[in-house]
Protein backbone atom coordinates (compact mmCIF):
# COMPACT_ATOMS: atom_id res chain seq x y z
CA UNK A 1 0.00 0.00 0.00
CA UNK A 2 0.75 3.87 0.11
CA UNK A 3 0.42 6.90 2.39
CA UNK A 4 0.88 9.70 -0.07
CA UNK A 5 1.70 13.15 2.66
CA UNK A 6 1.08 16.26 1.38
CA UNK A 7 2.86 19.53 2.48
CA UNK A 8 0.42 22.33 3.45
CA UNK A 9 -1.20 23.99 0.15
CA UNK A 10 -4.27 25.76 -0.95
CA UNK A 11 -5.93 23.47 -3.72
CA UNK A 12 -7.79 25.84 -6.48
CA UNK A 13 -10.72 23.65 -7.09
CA UNK A 14 -12.64 21.07 -5.57
CA UNK A 15 -10.65 17.39 -6.22
CA UNK A 16 -11.95 15.12 -8.65
CA UNK A 17 -12.52 11.41 -7.48
CA UNK A 18 -13.45 8.97 -9.23
CA UNK A 19 -13.40 4.76 -8.61
CA UNK A 20 -10.26 4.42 -10.07
CA UNK A 21 -8.26 7.09 -8.43
CA UNK A 22 -8.64 8.75 -5.11
CA UNK A 23 -8.29 12.68 -4.63
CA UNK A 24 -6.30 14.34 -3.68
CA UNK A 25 -5.96 15.86 -0.12
CA UNK A 26 -4.10 18.48 1.78
CA UNK A 27 -2.62 18.25 5.01
CA UNK A 28 -3.90 21.14 7.94
CA UNK A 29 -0.54 22.45 8.44
CA UNK A 30 2.97 21.99 6.58
CA UNK A 31 4.58 19.33 9.11
CA UNK A 32 5.86 15.79 7.27
CA UNK A 33 4.28 12.88 9.05
CA UNK A 34 6.95 10.15 9.24
CA UNK A 35 5.29 6.93 9.20
CA UNK A 36 6.30 2.84 8.94
CA UNK A 37 7.84 1.76 5.84
CA UNK A 38 10.36 3.33 2.97
CA UNK A 39 9.93 7.40 2.72
CA UNK A 40 10.84 8.29 -0.64
CA UNK A 41 10.94 12.35 -1.19
CA UNK A 42 9.31 13.12 -4.77
CA UNK A 43 11.50 15.99 -6.32
CA UNK A 44 12.10 17.73 -9.75
CA UNK A 45 14.40 17.39 -12.01
CA UNK A 46 16.50 20.24 -10.85
CA UNK A 47 16.69 18.39 -7.54
CA UNK A 48 14.26 20.48 -5.64
CA UNK A 49 11.91 19.12 -3.27
CA UNK A 50 8.40 19.57 -4.58
CA UNK A 51 6.73 19.16 -1.36
CA UNK A 52 5.14 15.78 -1.61
CA UNK A 53 6.23 12.26 0.04
CA UNK A 54 5.35 8.58 -0.27
CA UNK A 55 5.35 6.00 2.15
CA UNK A 56 5.16 2.47 0.81
CA UNK A 57 5.33 -0.58 2.92
CA UNK A 58 2.92 -2.42 5.22
CA UNK A 59 1.12 -0.23 8.15
CA UNK A 60 -1.75 -0.45 10.59
CA UNK A 61 -3.85 2.10 12.18
CA UNK A 62 -2.50 2.04 15.49
CA UNK A 63 0.69 2.75 13.86
CA UNK A 64 -0.43 5.49 12.22
CA UNK A 65 -2.30 6.90 14.69
CA UNK A 66 0.74 7.03 17.11
CA UNK A 67 2.48 8.77 14.67
CA UNK A 68 0.19 11.44 13.61
CA UNK A 69 0.56 14.93 15.28
CA UNK A 70 -2.15 16.67 16.76
CA UNK A 71 -4.45 18.39 14.95
CA UNK A 72 -3.82 17.64 11.01
CA UNK A 73 -5.63 15.48 8.75
CA UNK A 74 -4.14 12.35 7.03
CA UNK A 75 -4.98 11.50 3.65
CA UNK A 76 -4.81 7.11 3.56
CA UNK A 77 -3.91 6.32 0.17
CA UNK A 78 -4.55 2.71 -1.14
CA UNK A 79 -2.58 2.03 -4.44
CA UNK A 80 -5.57 -0.95 -4.45
CA UNK A 81 -9.08 -0.66 -5.92
CA UNK A 82 -11.14 1.94 -4.14
CA UNK A 83 -14.82 2.01 -4.06
CA UNK A 84 -16.85 4.29 -6.01
CA UNK A 85 -18.15 7.86 -4.71
CA UNK A 86 -21.17 8.29 -2.87
CA UNK A 87 -23.08 10.16 -0.31
CA UNK A 88 -26.00 9.61 2.13
CA UNK A 89 -24.36 6.11 2.75
CA UNK A 90 -23.50 4.58 6.07
CA UNK A 91 -20.37 3.55 8.11
CA UNK A 92 -19.81 1.75 11.34
CA UNK A 93 -16.44 0.19 12.71
CA UNK A 94 -16.28 -3.64 13.91
CA UNK A 95 -13.50 -4.84 15.45
CA UNK A 96 -10.40 -4.11 12.83
CA UNK A 97 -12.55 -3.38 9.83
CA UNK A 98 -14.92 -0.61 8.82
CA UNK A 99 -18.02 -1.45 6.93
CA UNK A 100 -19.66 1.09 4.49
CA UNK A 101 -23.36 0.32 3.25
CA UNK A 102 -24.85 2.02 0.23
CA UNK A 103 -25.54 5.29 -0.31
CA UNK A 104 -26.34 7.09 -3.20
CA UNK A 105 -24.33 8.37 -6.52
CA UNK A 106 -25.66 10.33 -9.09
CA UNK A 107 -29.31 9.89 -7.75
CA UNK A 108 -28.96 5.93 -8.21
CA UNK A 109 -29.53 4.11 -4.88
CA UNK A 110 -26.29 1.58 -4.28
CA UNK A 111 -26.69 -1.78 -2.98
CA UNK A 112 -22.85 -2.94 -2.49
CA UNK A 113 -21.25 -3.43 0.96
CA UNK A 114 -17.51 -1.60 1.13
CA UNK A 115 -15.00 -3.43 3.87
CA UNK A 116 -11.93 -1.41 4.65
CA UNK A 117 -9.35 -3.67 6.90
CA UNK A 118 -7.76 -1.19 8.89
CA UNK A 119 -4.68 -3.23 9.42
CA UNK A 120 -3.83 -3.35 5.71
CA UNK A 121 -5.92 -0.24 4.55
CA UNK A 122 -7.11 -2.21 1.85
CA UNK A 123 -10.48 -2.79 0.37
CA UNK A 124 -13.02 -5.66 -0.43
CA UNK A 125 -16.76 -6.06 -0.66
CA UNK A 126 -18.55 -8.13 0.54
CA UNK A 127 -21.97 -9.76 -1.33
CA UNK A 128 -25.28 -10.98 1.25
CA UNK A 129 -26.83 -13.57 0.75
CA UNK A 130 -30.56 -13.68 1.13
CA UNK A 131 -30.98 -15.72 4.46
CA UNK A 132 -33.01 -18.89 3.81
CA UNK A 133 -34.93 -18.78 6.81
CA UNK A 134 -36.12 -15.43 6.53
CA UNK A 135 -39.58 -14.80 5.05
CA UNK A 136 -40.20 -11.08 5.44
CA UNK A 137 -38.15 -9.58 2.65
CA UNK A 138 -40.78 -9.37 0.16
CA UNK A 139 -41.81 -5.99 1.11
CA UNK A 140 -38.09 -4.59 0.65
CA UNK A 141 -37.53 -6.47 -2.93
CA UNK A 142 -38.80 -9.38 -5.02
CA UNK A 143 -34.93 -10.38 -5.27
CA UNK A 144 -32.46 -11.92 -3.69
CA UNK A 145 -29.93 -9.20 -3.48
CA UNK A 146 -28.99 -6.91 -0.83
CA UNK A 147 -31.41 -4.05 -1.08
CA UNK A 148 -30.37 -0.46 -2.51
CA UNK A 149 -30.64 2.19 0.40
CA UNK A 150 -29.56 5.43 1.15
CA UNK A 151 -30.03 7.86 3.84
CA UNK A 152 -30.51 4.92 6.04
CA UNK A 153 -28.64 4.33 9.73
CA UNK A 154 -26.01 1.64 10.56
CA UNK A 155 -25.61 0.04 14.12
CA UNK A 156 -23.67 -2.82 15.47
CA UNK A 157 -25.75 -5.13 17.57
CA UNK A 158 -24.18 -8.09 19.14
CA UNK A 159 -22.60 -9.72 16.18
CA UNK A 160 -24.71 -8.05 13.61
CA UNK A 161 -24.71 -5.22 11.75
CA UNK A 162 -28.56 -3.62 12.16
CA UNK A 163 -29.42 -1.35 9.24
CA UNK A 164 -32.78 1.46 9.86
CA UNK A 165 -33.60 1.38 5.87
CA UNK A 166 -33.72 5.28 4.64
CA UNK A 167 -34.60 6.14 0.67
CA UNK A 168 -35.20 3.16 -1.76
CA UNK A 169 -36.12 2.40 -4.61
CA UNK A 170 -39.63 0.19 -3.69
CA UNK A 171 -41.91 2.66 -1.46
CA UNK A 172 -42.26 1.61 2.27
CA UNK A 173 -45.05 2.63 4.16
CA UNK A 174 -43.51 1.62 7.82
CA UNK A 175 -39.56 2.01 8.50
CA UNK A 176 -37.65 -1.53 8.17
CA UNK A 177 -34.79 -2.94 10.51
CA UNK A 178 -32.26 -5.38 7.91
CA UNK A 179 -29.77 -7.82 9.89
CA UNK A 180 -26.11 -8.92 8.48
CA UNK A 181 -24.93 -11.71 9.86
CA UNK A 182 -20.88 -10.67 9.95
CA UNK A 183 -19.54 -14.32 10.61
CA UNK A 184 -22.27 -16.23 7.49
CA UNK A 185 -22.55 -12.67 5.81
CA UNK A 186 -26.48 -13.61 5.87
CA UNK A 187 -29.17 -11.16 5.85
CA UNK A 188 -32.70 -10.40 6.77
CA UNK A 189 -35.62 -8.36 7.63
CA UNK A 190 -35.69 -8.16 11.52
CA UNK A 191 -39.41 -8.46 12.65
CA UNK A 192 -40.94 -5.89 14.81
CA UNK A 193 -43.80 -4.38 16.29
CA UNK A 194 -45.51 -1.62 18.33
CA UNK A 195 -45.71 1.50 17.28
CA UNK A 196 -43.46 1.59 14.23
CA UNK A 197 -42.59 4.72 12.86
CA UNK A 198 -43.12 6.02 9.46
CA UNK A 199 -41.02 5.10 6.39
CA UNK A 200 -38.10 7.75 6.28
CA UNK A 201 -34.58 8.34 5.32
CA UNK A 202 -31.74 11.59 6.40
CA UNK A 203 -32.62 10.29 10.09
CA UNK A 204 -30.35 9.37 12.91
CA UNK A 205 -30.28 6.42 15.04
CA UNK A 206 -28.18 5.99 17.67
CA UNK A 207 -27.20 3.01 20.13
CA UNK A 208 -28.13 3.38 23.49
CA UNK A 209 -27.66 0.85 25.52
CA UNK A 210 -29.80 -2.02 24.28
CA UNK A 211 -32.11 0.53 22.51
CA UNK A 212 -32.16 2.45 18.89
CA UNK A 213 -32.80 5.90 19.59
CA UNK A 214 -34.27 7.74 16.34
CA UNK A 215 -34.88 11.17 15.90
CA UNK A 216 -36.04 13.24 12.84
CA UNK A 217 -35.76 12.96 9.06
CA UNK A 218 -37.73 12.91 5.95
CA UNK A 219 -40.57 11.05 4.96
CA UNK A 220 -41.23 9.74 1.26
CA UNK A 221 -43.28 12.62 0.70
CA UNK A 222 -41.07 14.96 1.83
CA UNK A 223 -42.38 15.77 4.89
CA UNK A 224 -39.44 17.38 6.96
CA UNK A 225 -40.03 15.30 10.73
CA UNK A 226 -39.01 15.71 14.14
CA UNK A 227 -40.30 12.87 16.03
CA UNK A 228 -38.26 10.47 18.45
CA UNK A 229 -38.70 6.90 18.36
CA UNK A 230 -37.19 3.73 20.38
CA UNK A 231 -36.62 -0.03 19.19
CA UNK A 232 -35.98 -2.16 22.12
CA UNK A 233 -33.90 -4.75 20.64
CA UNK A 234 -34.36 -7.18 23.19
CA UNK A 235 -38.12 -7.27 22.43
CA UNK A 236 -38.11 -5.34 19.31
CA UNK A 237 -40.72 -3.41 19.75
CA UNK A 238 -40.97 0.07 19.07
CA UNK A 239 -42.34 3.03 20.59
CA UNK A 240 -43.16 6.76 20.54
CA UNK A 241 -41.46 9.07 22.70
CA UNK A 242 -43.32 12.24 23.92
CA UNK A 243 -40.46 14.96 24.96
CA UNK A 244 -41.08 17.82 27.25
CA UNK A 245 -40.43 21.27 26.43
CA UNK A 246 -39.63 22.78 22.63
CA UNK A 247 -38.59 19.97 20.20
CA UNK A 248 -35.85 20.54 17.33
CA UNK A 249 -36.83 22.21 13.93
CA UNK A 250 -37.90 18.97 11.61
CA UNK A 251 -34.77 17.78 9.84
CA UNK A 252 -32.95 15.46 7.97
CA UNK A 253 -29.23 14.77 7.54
CA UNK A 254 -28.53 15.71 11.09
CA UNK A 255 -26.26 13.46 13.42
CA UNK A 256 -27.02 12.76 17.03
CA UNK A 257 -24.42 11.34 19.65
CA UNK A 258 -25.40 9.97 22.84
CA UNK A 259 -23.22 10.53 26.10
CA UNK A 260 -22.85 9.44 29.45
CA UNK A 261 -25.78 6.56 28.44
CA UNK A 262 -28.13 9.68 29.62
CA UNK A 263 -28.06 12.44 27.26
CA UNK A 264 -28.81 12.66 23.40
CA UNK A 265 -27.32 15.32 21.59
CA UNK A 266 -28.93 16.80 17.77
CA UNK A 267 -26.21 18.80 15.77
CA UNK A 268 -27.00 20.59 12.41
CA UNK A 269 -29.11 18.55 9.86
CA UNK A 270 -31.18 20.55 6.52
CA UNK A 271 -34.67 21.62 6.07
CA UNK A 272 -36.01 22.54 2.43
CA UNK A 273 -34.78 25.90 2.14
CA UNK A 274 -31.47 26.14 4.76
CA UNK A 275 -28.97 23.84 7.04
CA UNK A 276 -28.55 24.28 11.05
CA UNK A 277 -25.85 24.53 13.11
CA UNK A 278 -28.27 24.24 16.49
CA UNK A 279 -27.30 21.72 19.29
CA UNK A 280 -30.05 20.06 20.86
CA UNK A 281 -29.56 17.99 24.31
CA UNK A 282 -32.45 15.46 25.39
CA UNK A 283 -32.28 13.75 28.57
CA UNK A 284 -33.15 10.38 28.17
CA UNK A 285 -34.11 9.73 31.76
CA UNK A 286 -36.34 12.25 32.44
CA UNK A 287 -37.45 13.07 28.68
CA UNK A 288 -36.08 17.31 29.36
CA UNK A 289 -33.17 19.51 29.29
CA UNK A 290 -32.08 20.31 32.22
CA UNK A 291 -33.12 19.78 36.06
CA UNK A 292 -30.77 16.80 36.46
CA UNK A 293 -31.48 16.23 40.26
CA UNK A 294 -27.64 14.31 40.24
CA UNK A 295 -24.74 14.94 42.68
CA UNK A 296 -21.31 15.89 40.50
CA UNK A 297 -18.14 15.04 41.53
CA UNK A 298 -14.59 17.41 40.48
CA UNK A 299 -11.10 16.00 41.70
CA UNK A 300 -9.71 19.20 42.06
CA UNK A 301 -5.92 17.73 40.66
CA UNK A 302 -6.62 15.92 37.98
CA UNK A 303 -10.06 17.62 36.94
CA UNK A 304 -12.03 14.71 36.58
CA UNK A 305 -15.67 14.95 37.36
CA UNK A 306 -17.99 11.68 37.67
CA UNK A 307 -21.59 11.37 38.95
CA UNK A 308 -22.12 10.54 42.94
CA UNK A 309 -24.27 7.62 43.29
CA UNK A 310 -26.69 8.71 46.15
CA UNK A 311 -29.22 6.64 47.87
CA UNK A 312 -32.23 6.86 50.37
CA UNK A 313 -35.48 9.56 49.92
CA UNK A 314 -33.75 11.48 46.81
CA UNK A 315 -35.50 15.00 45.96
CA UNK A 316 -36.96 15.65 43.06
CA UNK A 317 -34.92 17.22 40.63
CA UNK A 318 -34.81 21.41 40.95
CA UNK A 319 -33.38 24.37 40.09
CA UNK A 320 -32.62 27.39 42.63
CA UNK A 321 -32.55 25.90 45.90
CA UNK A 322 -29.85 26.63 48.32
CA UNK A 323 -27.39 23.93 49.48
CA UNK A 324 -25.51 24.47 53.30
CA UNK A 325 -22.76 22.29 54.51
CA UNK A 326 -23.23 21.54 58.17
CA UNK A 327 -20.71 19.65 59.31
CA UNK A 328 -20.75 16.20 57.25
CA UNK A 329 -24.54 16.62 55.90
CA UNK A 330 -25.51 19.32 53.12
CA UNK A 331 -28.41 20.61 53.66
CA UNK A 332 -31.15 21.62 50.78
CA UNK A 333 -34.25 23.71 50.63
CA UNK A 334 -36.74 24.95 48.51
CA UNK A 335 -36.05 25.61 44.79
CA UNK A 336 -38.24 25.06 41.51
CA UNK A 337 -39.16 21.97 40.03
CA UNK A 338 -39.25 21.36 36.20
CA UNK A 339 -43.00 21.87 36.01
CA UNK A 340 -42.17 25.55 37.57
CA UNK A 341 -43.98 23.96 41.28
CA UNK A 342 -42.21 26.14 43.74
CA UNK A 343 -40.79 24.11 46.79
CA UNK A 344 -39.96 24.91 50.61
CA UNK A 345 -39.10 21.22 51.11
CA UNK A 346 -36.19 19.88 53.50
CA UNK A 347 -33.40 17.71 52.39
CA UNK A 348 -30.44 16.25 53.96
CA UNK A 349 -27.83 14.24 52.14
CA UNK A 350 -25.03 12.05 54.85
CA UNK A 351 -21.89 12.85 53.03
CA UNK A 352 -20.47 9.76 54.57
CA UNK A 353 -23.19 7.23 53.24
CA UNK A 354 -24.12 9.81 50.10
CA UNK A 355 -27.69 8.62 51.69
CA UNK A 356 -30.72 11.44 50.89
CA UNK A 357 -32.71 11.71 53.83
CA UNK A 358 -35.96 14.04 54.07
CA UNK A 359 -36.79 16.30 56.98
CA UNK A 360 -40.35 16.98 58.55
CA UNK A 361 -39.50 19.94 60.61
CA UNK A 362 -42.04 21.69 62.99
CA UNK A 363 -43.26 25.00 63.40
CA UNK A 364 -44.14 27.42 60.30
CA UNK A 365 -42.44 26.79 57.32
CA UNK A 366 -40.92 29.81 54.71
CA UNK A 367 -43.12 30.21 52.25
CA UNK A 368 -42.08 28.50 48.96
CA UNK A 369 -39.18 29.93 46.70
CA UNK A 370 -35.95 30.06 44.62
CA UNK A 371 -33.09 32.05 44.71
CA UNK A 372 -32.64 32.53 47.94
CA UNK A 373 -29.63 32.55 50.27
CA UNK A 374 -28.92 30.09 53.20
CA UNK A 375 -25.89 29.92 56.09
CA UNK A 376 -25.05 28.04 58.63
CA UNK A 377 -24.38 29.47 62.11
CA UNK A 378 -22.71 28.09 65.18
CA UNK A 379 -23.01 24.50 63.56
CA UNK A 380 -26.92 24.59 65.06
CA UNK A 381 -28.74 26.81 63.20
CA UNK A 382 -30.13 27.20 59.44
CA UNK A 383 -30.60 30.34 58.05
CA UNK A 384 -32.78 31.16 54.90
CA UNK A 385 -32.81 35.03 53.70
CA UNK A 386 -34.95 36.31 50.43
CA UNK A 387 -35.65 34.60 47.30
CA UNK A 388 -38.01 34.47 44.96
CA UNK A 389 -41.95 33.20 43.78
CA UNK A 390 -43.40 33.70 40.72
CA UNK A 391 -44.74 37.09 41.58
CA UNK A 392 -42.58 38.74 44.58
CA UNK A 393 -39.77 38.76 46.32
CA UNK A 394 -38.72 38.23 49.99
CA UNK A 395 -36.78 39.90 52.17
CA UNK A 396 -37.91 37.51 55.30
CA UNK A 397 -35.47 35.57 57.76
CA UNK A 398 -36.14 32.52 58.75
CA UNK A 399 -34.03 30.46 61.30
CA UNK A 400 -34.20 26.39 61.28
CA UNK A 401 -32.67 25.08 64.47
CA UNK A 402 -30.77 22.11 63.24
CA UNK A 403 -31.20 19.98 67.07
CA UNK A 404 -34.75 20.19 67.05
CA UNK A 405 -35.77 20.73 64.03
CA UNK A 406 -37.65 23.86 64.53
CA UNK A 407 -38.51 26.97 61.83
CA UNK A 408 -39.26 30.30 63.61
CA UNK A 409 -38.85 33.90 62.61
CA UNK A 410 -36.34 36.02 64.43
CA UNK A 411 -36.98 39.56 65.18
CA UNK A 412 -34.35 41.48 63.52
CA UNK A 413 -33.00 45.26 64.02
CA UNK A 414 -30.73 48.04 62.38
CA UNK A 415 -31.98 48.81 58.80
CA UNK A 416 -34.03 47.96 56.52
CA UNK A 417 -33.43 45.25 53.80
CA UNK A 418 -35.64 45.49 50.47
CA UNK A 419 -36.08 42.65 49.07
CA UNK A 420 -34.49 40.48 46.60
CA UNK A 421 -33.59 37.32 44.48
CA UNK A 422 -30.59 35.71 43.02
CA UNK A 423 -28.11 37.69 45.45
CA UNK A 424 -24.89 35.98 47.02
CA UNK A 425 -23.89 35.77 50.50
CA UNK A 426 -20.85 34.69 52.81
CA UNK A 427 -20.20 34.54 56.54
CA UNK A 428 -17.18 36.15 58.08
CA UNK A 429 -16.84 35.44 61.78
CA UNK A 430 -20.34 35.96 62.72
CA UNK A 431 -21.23 38.22 60.06
CA UNK A 432 -22.97 37.60 56.91
CA UNK A 433 -22.55 39.66 53.70
CA UNK A 434 -24.87 39.90 51.22
CA UNK A 435 -24.12 41.33 47.77
CA UNK A 436 -26.41 41.55 44.52
CA UNK A 437 -29.90 40.50 43.47
CA UNK A 438 -32.82 42.78 43.12
CA UNK A 439 -36.67 42.51 42.81
CA UNK A 440 -38.49 42.74 39.44
CA UNK A 441 -38.36 46.46 39.26
CA UNK A 442 -34.69 47.05 39.70
CA UNK A 443 -31.36 45.54 41.35
CA UNK A 444 -30.59 45.78 44.88
CA UNK A 445 -27.46 47.80 44.99
CA UNK A 446 -26.69 48.05 48.71
CA UNK A 447 -24.28 45.60 50.34
CA UNK A 448 -26.06 44.27 53.55
CA UNK A 449 -24.45 42.80 56.22
CA UNK A 450 -26.83 40.35 59.13
CA UNK A 451 -25.21 39.78 62.75
CA UNK A 452 -25.88 36.43 63.20
CA UNK A 453 -25.74 36.77 67.07
CA UNK A 454 -27.57 39.64 67.54
CA UNK A 455 -30.05 39.66 64.24
CA UNK A 456 -29.05 43.18 63.53
CA UNK A 457 -28.81 44.48 59.56
CA UNK A 458 -26.41 47.00 58.71
CA UNK A 459 -25.54 48.89 55.47
CA UNK A 460 -21.70 48.42 54.73
CA UNK A 461 -21.48 50.02 51.28
CA UNK A 462 -23.84 51.90 49.21
CA UNK A 463 -23.32 52.83 45.05
CA UNK A 464 -25.32 54.70 42.87
CA UNK A 465 -27.46 52.78 40.93
CA UNK A 466 -26.57 51.33 37.63
CA UNK A 467 -28.27 52.68 34.65
CA UNK A 468 -29.87 50.11 32.43
CA UNK A 469 -27.50 47.19 30.98
CA UNK A 470 -27.92 47.24 27.14
CA UNK A 471 -29.54 44.19 27.53
CA UNK A 472 -32.72 45.52 29.83
CA UNK A 473 -33.04 48.61 27.39
CA UNK A 474 -34.54 48.55 24.25
CA UNK A 475 -33.37 51.88 23.29
CA UNK A 476 -29.95 51.13 22.46
CA UNK A 477 -30.79 48.49 20.15
CA UNK A 478 -32.01 51.15 18.08
CA UNK A 479 -29.13 53.30 18.26
CA UNK A 480 -25.70 51.01 18.38
CA UNK A 481 -24.04 53.22 15.52
CA UNK A 482 -23.35 56.05 18.76
CA UNK A 483 -19.85 56.54 19.58
CA UNK A 484 -19.55 57.11 23.49
CA UNK A 485 -16.63 59.05 24.65
CA UNK A 486 -15.93 60.63 27.75
CA UNK A 487 -13.47 61.95 30.35
CA UNK A 488 -13.27 63.39 33.53
CA UNK A 489 -12.40 67.61 34.68
CA UNK A 490 -10.93 67.77 37.70
CA UNK A 491 -10.00 71.11 39.34
CA UNK A 492 -8.53 72.62 42.76
CA UNK A 493 -6.94 69.66 43.46
CA UNK A 494 -4.93 71.74 46.36
CA UNK A 495 -5.12 71.39 50.20
CA UNK A 496 -9.12 71.74 50.14
CA UNK A 497 -11.13 70.82 47.47
CA UNK A 498 -14.46 73.03 47.20
CA UNK A 499 -15.92 71.16 44.18
CA UNK A 500 -14.44 68.59 41.75
CA UNK A 501 -16.65 68.13 38.67
CA UNK A 502 -16.81 64.98 36.06
CA UNK A 503 -18.53 65.49 33.24
CA UNK A 504 -19.46 63.07 30.13
CA UNK A 505 -19.98 64.17 26.88
CA UNK A 506 -21.71 61.66 24.09
CA UNK A 507 -20.10 62.47 20.97
CA UNK A 508 -22.94 62.04 18.30
CA UNK A 509 -24.42 64.57 15.79
CA UNK A 510 -27.74 62.81 15.52
CA UNK A 511 -29.79 64.94 17.71
CA UNK A 512 -32.47 62.20 18.29
CA UNK A 513 -30.22 59.70 19.04
CA UNK A 514 -28.70 62.44 21.85
CA UNK A 515 -32.21 62.30 22.96
CA UNK A 516 -32.68 58.54 23.01
CA UNK A 517 -29.62 58.25 25.34
CA UNK A 518 -30.34 61.99 26.99
CA UNK A 519 -30.23 59.97 30.53
CA UNK A 520 -26.74 59.31 29.81
CA UNK A 521 -26.04 63.33 29.21
CA UNK A 522 -25.17 64.42 33.27
CA UNK A 523 -22.86 66.14 35.55
CA UNK A 524 -21.73 64.14 37.99
CA UNK A 525 -20.93 66.83 40.85
CA UNK A 526 -19.00 65.58 44.11
CA UNK A 527 -19.19 67.99 46.94
CA UNK A 528 -15.86 67.87 49.21
CA UNK A 529 -15.41 68.67 52.68
CA UNK A 530 -12.95 70.92 54.42
CA UNK A 531 -9.83 68.99 54.82
CA UNK A 532 -10.42 65.82 52.82
CA UNK A 533 -7.94 64.61 50.91
CA UNK A 534 -8.20 65.01 46.74
CA UNK A 535 -6.97 62.07 46.70
CA UNK A 536 -10.29 60.26 48.15
CA UNK A 537 -12.26 62.36 45.54
CA UNK A 538 -10.32 61.23 42.84
CA UNK A 539 -10.81 57.31 43.65
CA UNK A 540 -14.35 58.19 43.50
CA UNK A 541 -14.68 59.38 40.43
CA UNK A 542 -12.32 57.09 38.68
CA UNK A 543 -14.45 53.72 40.25
CA UNK A 544 -18.10 55.58 38.34
CA UNK A 545 -15.37 55.74 35.24
CA UNK A 546 -14.94 52.45 35.77
CA UNK A 547 -19.02 51.73 35.26
CA UNK A 548 -19.26 54.02 32.10
CA UNK A 549 -16.79 52.41 30.27
CA UNK A 550 -18.42 49.53 30.70
CA UNK A 551 -21.57 50.78 29.07
CA UNK A 552 -19.36 51.43 26.55
CA UNK A 553 -18.09 47.94 26.19
CA UNK A 554 -21.81 47.00 25.76
CA UNK A 555 -22.42 48.89 23.04
CA UNK A 556 -19.89 47.46 21.22
CA UNK A 557 -20.83 44.34 21.75
CA UNK A 558 -24.62 45.35 20.36
CA UNK A 559 -22.78 46.74 17.36
CA UNK A 560 -21.52 43.50 16.80
CA UNK A 561 -24.38 41.26 17.07
CA UNK A 562 -26.45 43.90 15.02
CA UNK A 563 -23.38 42.89 11.93
CA UNK A 564 -23.87 39.24 12.53
CA UNK A 565 -27.43 39.40 12.79
CA UNK A 566 -27.86 41.55 9.24
CA UNK A 567 -25.00 39.00 7.28
CA UNK A 568 -26.92 35.78 8.95
CA UNK A 569 -30.41 37.62 7.16
CA UNK A 570 -28.07 37.87 3.61
CA UNK A 571 -27.18 34.52 4.02
CA UNK A 572 -31.01 33.31 4.71
CA UNK A 573 -31.96 35.24 2.13
CA UNK A 574 -28.94 33.58 -0.65
CA UNK A 575 -30.01 30.50 0.57
CA UNK A 576 -33.94 30.87 0.16
CA UNK A 577 -32.71 31.14 -3.65
CA UNK A 578 -32.35 27.54 -4.35
CA UNK A 579 -28.88 26.73 -6.51
CA UNK A 580 -26.56 24.17 -5.80
CA UNK A 581 -28.66 23.01 -2.34
CA UNK A 582 -32.12 22.72 -4.03
CA UNK A 583 -30.14 20.18 -6.58
CA UNK A 584 -28.88 18.34 -3.65
CA UNK A 585 -31.93 18.01 -2.10
CA UNK A 586 -33.69 16.82 -5.40
CA UNK A 587 -32.65 12.88 -5.33
CA UNK A 588 -34.89 12.79 -2.09
CA UNK A 589 -37.81 12.75 -4.94
CA UNK A 590 -37.21 9.27 -6.02
CA UNK A 591 -38.22 8.15 -2.48
CA UNK A 592 -42.11 8.89 -3.78
CA UNK A 593 -43.96 6.72 -5.70
Not at 82 to 88: I, L, Q
Amino acid sequence: MQVKISALKTPKGRPQSSHASPSVSYFARSTILPLPGEIRDTRKEDGTSMGDKEVTGESNITALLSSAPYDQWILIHSSGWCPPARYKHAAEVVQDKLYVVGGSRNGRYLSDIQVLDLRTFKWSTISPKLDPKSSNLENITSEETFPASAGHSLVKWENKLLIVTGYSKEPLDTVTVLSIDLETHYYSVVPTNGKIPTARGGQSVTLVGSKLVMFGGEDRRRRLLNDLHILDLKTMTWDIVEAKKTYPAPRFDHIAAVHADQYLLIFGGSSHSTCFNDLHLLDLHSKCVGFLGRILSIDLETHYYSVVPTNGKIPTARGGQSVTLVGSKLVMFGGEDRRRRLLNDLHILDLKTMTWDIVEAKKTYPAPRFDHIAAVHADQYLLIFGGSSHSTCFNDLHLLDLHSMEWSRPETQGAYVTPRGGHAGTTVDENWYIVGGGDNQSGATETIVLNTSKFVWSVTTSVKQRDPLASECGLFQSYLSCKVDFYALIENCGSTMSTAKKVLLLNDNDSDNQKALSYKQNCIHIRGKEGEKPKAQIAVMQNRLESLRSVEHELEVLRHQKSQMEQDMAAAQRKRSGGVWQWMTSSAQNFED
